[in-house]
């Protein structure tokens, strides 16, 4: 994650994928804004894995596995000011504070223990579907860029695939991001076009993409069919912001396209 | 009932149901009806619900409607509802928001907005109505559909519909999506504002002949109303949304 991105020099995959994380959060907290109250349409863990693996949050939020999205927008680690340019409506453009939330900083260290992570993973699911049986099912939003440095995942991931609440099985969605100058695979149906067991072992462990994923897919322009798997090979910037929005895209939820409407921070 | 829209030949018929979402209060339904019988104006406004001070704005739409003589044209509409969403943001300045509040704010609020005013003046009494989002008027007549506006499919109502922005910057698109109409009036038709999950559900009901307009909301019992509205809802055959339906019927007087 210290590298950067094929054709980026200038930025590490662990800022851009920081940013992403932080948007989608944000955009997470908006979704369920009403007026001046948030309410708990969701529940949030961010787990890393690196040196440790862990909770991302810090601060009040460090010490917790599972967090209401009314918590989550309550306790950002800061909140930073600066200034969005925006359409006048007459075709010029002003300048408007804004003040932008974030909850993870980059942090790219260590192996792949992808085993260890996804054991934690499971362990927090276990205990949150224990108190929410009959919640609409959990997604699993899986970002590596590269292969586990701790052992084979395959049984780990259908351990995860297999739980689910009275709604439906959990959704387990992976996407590999590489350095590389390789053709990214998105959403394939099956194995045919991966170029390596890696890739078809994170194929295995892929939900496939439920209607209203797909729908959130195509109103995104992204090409997946009906038996598409919640999986990406080879990744790039886009394929990311496109993962995260996606994967965060609920019953009748317009998938929320952060990097249209952002414009620029000055 | 001596307006000078209203005359001694029609009598009015109206009633009216107002229901929040299943398991919610009252206070947080977003739906609004405003009646006007002197002005013979009626108006339904539905507040977004992930939008910021919903309620106020459908309110301020609503009440707006009845309690002026605007004319239906799509200028006038713009402008008081121009006015009406400046002060709505100004009542927002000096508070003080947290930072998704604060975005909130900053997009503004929406909500549809269907209103309808009828002439009775004439011996042959009309409806103009203006509508823009998912908030309906439908007009029957002998328990057949004449007329649905703006959507006139159950199949067309969706989750995201261009609804009245109170920031006038985004009317130039949005508006573009307003719907008005007028028709003629003939004595026992049926006039049914409803917003989206209402008239959702009694397209679809017409659709497969199964909705009798002449009984809908023929009773004043409160508690046989809402109980039916509560069953549909828990059924699933009414979406689980906060529900608001004017029925307005005509009828010749007999002298």
Redo the contacts between chains.
């Keep these: 994650m210290a590298d950067p991105f094929s054709g980026d020099s200038a930025r590490k995959k662990s800022d851009f994928v920081a940013e992403v994380v932080n948007h989608t959060l944000h955009d997470l907290?908006?979704?369920c804004?009403?007026?001046?109250e948030?309410r708990n349409y969701y529940h949030v863990s961010v787990i890393g894995y690196g040196r440790n693996v862990g909770s991302c949050f810090s601060g009040p939020l460090s010490a917790r596995s599972m967090v209401p999205i009314a918590e989550v927008?309550?306790f950002?680690l800061q909140?930073k000011s600066s200034y969005k340019r925006v359409?006048?409506?007459a075709g010029g453009w002003v300048e408007?504070p804004?003040?932008?939330?974030v909850w993870i900083h980059p942090t790219a260290d260590g192996k792949t223990p992808m085993c260890e992570a996804l054991g934690k993973v499971k362990m927090v699911l276990e205990q949150w579907l224990l108190e929410h049986p009959r919640g609409f099912p959990p997604t699993i939003l899986h970002l590596t860029d590269g292969e586990s440095s701790d052992g084979d995942p395959s049984e780990l991931g259908q351990q995860i695939m297999s739980l689910g609440t009275d709604d439906g099985a959990v959704l387990l969605f992976n996407c590999h991001i590489s350095s590389r100058r390789s053709a990214k695979i998105e959403y394939p149906t099956g194995e045919g076009s991966l170029p390596d067991g890696f890739a078809r072992t994170l194929f295995d462990i892929s939900s496939k993409l439920p209607g209203n994923f797909l729908a959130a897919a195509a109103q995104l322009g992204v090409s997946a069919i009906d038996g598409s798997r919640g999986f990406v090979f080879n990744g790039d910037p886009s394929s990311i912001v496109q993962f995260y929005e996606i994967g965060t895209s609920l019953t009748?939820?317009?998938p929320y396209r952060w990097m249209d409407d952002r414009t620029e921070l000055a | 009932m001596s307006s000078a829209k209203q005359s001694a030949t029609w009598n009015l018929q109206l009633r009216q149901l107002l229901l929040p979402k299943l398991g919610q209060e009252a206070s947080e339904c977003e739906d609004v009806i405003a009646v006007d019988t002197q002005n013979c104006r009626f108006a339904i406004a539905d507040g977004a619900?992930?939008a910021?001070?919903?309620r106020n704005w459908a309110e301020r739409l609503a009440q707006h409607w009845v309690q002026n003589e605007s004319t239906l044209t799509l200028e006038d509409f713009r402008e008081w509802v121009a006015a009406e969403g400046r002060e709505l943001q100004e009542s927002w300045n000096g508070l003080t928001?947290?930072?998704?509040?604060?975005?909130?704010a900053?997009a503004g609020s929406f909500a549809a907005f269907v209103g309808v005013e009828l002439d009775l003046r004439a011996d042959s009494p009309s409806w103009q109505a203006i509508a823009l989002g998912d908030a309906c008027l439908l007009h029957c007549r002998r328990g057949t559909l004449l007329k649905s506006l703006p959507l006139s499919r159950s199949e067309s109502f969706n989750?995201?519909p261009v609804l009245v922005a109170s920031d006038?910057?985004l009317h130039?698109v949005s508006m573009q999506s307003l719907v008005i109409d007028s028709a003629g009036f003939q004595s026992e038709d049926v006039l049914l504002l409803m917003s989206d999950a209402a008239a959702s559900w009694c397209l679809q009901c017409l659709e497969h002949g199964s909705f009798d307009v002449d009984t809908f909301l023929g009773t004043n019992e409160t508690d046989e109303l809402n109980k039916f509205f509560d069953d549909e809802r828990l059924a699933g055959r009414i979406r689980n949304d906060d529900l608001a339906i004017v029925r307005i019927e005509i009828q010749r007087r007999i002298n």
């Design positions: 907290v908006i979704r804004t009403k007026t001046e948030v927008a309550d950002p909140v359409s006048d409506g408007i804004v003040r932008y939330p009748g939820m317009t | 619900t992930e910021f001070d919903a928001l947290s930072w998704y509040a604060e975005e909130k900053r989750s995201a006038s910057s130039d």
